[in-house]
């Protein structure tokens, strides 16, 4: 009766270990060297019915700096399901050891649960191992003749006085006359040409995407709506998660934004993009009123 009970309390540790979120992270070279890129692949297993997220590209990487990144197909096994993520990363810090360790997200209905694994570590590999700050005096290139040879000064520093007050006066006239005007025609021409060129952009990505749907080109075109509202707003929208753009912009974006989410994290592909139109007509809303505060301002 002891033996069946033992057998029976390890049958449970083991049930209970197995729903366990478990992390692992390692680095695929030893060494780094500045700007050369190097690999870091973090794990997870976990239960099938759990929401996991793995970190992306606006994640903070210290000291490395994000490259790219790809995702191995997820396999589930047992009600387990296996995630990889292959980070490129670089780094351009000296220091002799660097250290990263990359968390894991399990999403919840009003939270979020954080899974660290054990930081791994790479050694900095210098190019050139010591740098003389100094030369014998023999090996220096010095010339031997140092007799005095007198040049000729050329430059008349009346003249230069004269017409560099001139052009400076003109200057100051012209700025305190016509400067308020210039200062608005090179605003509204900037912001034109970047409200442009982000239109093109986004529509190339999302026809793309419509072409051949895959997590890493929805997440690439999200980054680059994020970077234009960063730069349109004066708001950091490439650090806010869409949780909070959500709460910043009172609800409005909170479906196309959900939709896009699931695209990247769950690998979703849906019937239309009807969501990345959302957040383009969202965004040329916001570009007017930009228009008119600073042709009015």
């Known amino acids: ?55 992306d590209s606006t994640f903070n990487f210290a000291p490395f700096e994000f490259q790219s990144k790809r995702f191995i197909p997820t396999k589930t096994l047992n009600n387990l399901s296996y995630d990889s993520v292959i980070y490129t ?49 023999s090996q220096l290139p010095l010339k ?14 009346p003249v230069l006085l004269i017409i560099g007050g001139s052009l400076l006066l003109v200057a100051i006239v012209v700025w305190v006359t016509f400067g308020k005007r210039i200062r608005k025609h090179f605003k509204l021409k900037r912001l034109l040409k970047k409200h442009s060129e ?18 890493d080109i929805a997440e690439k075109s999200l980054a680059l709506w994020k970077r234009y509202m960063e730069e349109l707003c004066a708001l950091p929208y490439t650090k806010y998660t869409s949780k909070e753009i959500t709460e910043i912009e009172n609800g409005e974006l909170t479906h196309p934004l959900h939709t896009v989410d699931r695209m990247i994290y769950a690998q979703w592909q849906p019937e239309s993009l009807s969501a990345f139109e959302q957040l ?18």
């Open 280 to 297: 383009k007509t969202f965004t040329i809303n916001r570009f007017n009123q930009k228009l008119q505060e600073v042709k009015h301002g």
């Open 144 to 157: 031997t003749n140092t007799a005095y040879n007198k040049v000729r000064w050329i430059l008349n520093y």
């Open 89 to 137: 990363l670089v780094s351009f810090e000296i220091d002799s050891l660097q250290l990263l360790s990359l968390p894991v997200f399990q999403i919840q209905k009003r939270d979020s649960l954080v899974y660290t694994p054990a930081a791994d570590t790479v050694f900095f590999s210098a190019l050139v191992a010591t740098v003389p700050d100094s030369l014998a005096i």
């Open 198 to 215: 982000f239109i093109v952009d986004f529509d190339q990505a999302v026809q793309n995407l419509h072409i051949t749907f895959k997590p």
């Open 1 to 55: 009766m002891r033996s069946f009970f033992t057998i029976l309390f390890f049958f449970i540790v083991l049930c209970a270990s197995a729903q366990e979120v478990q992390v692992h992270a390692r680095f695929t070279e030893d060494s780094v060297r500045i700007g050369v890129p190097v690999h870091y692949t973090l794990t997870a297993r976990y239960p099938s019915h759990y929401q996991v997220v793995f970190p």
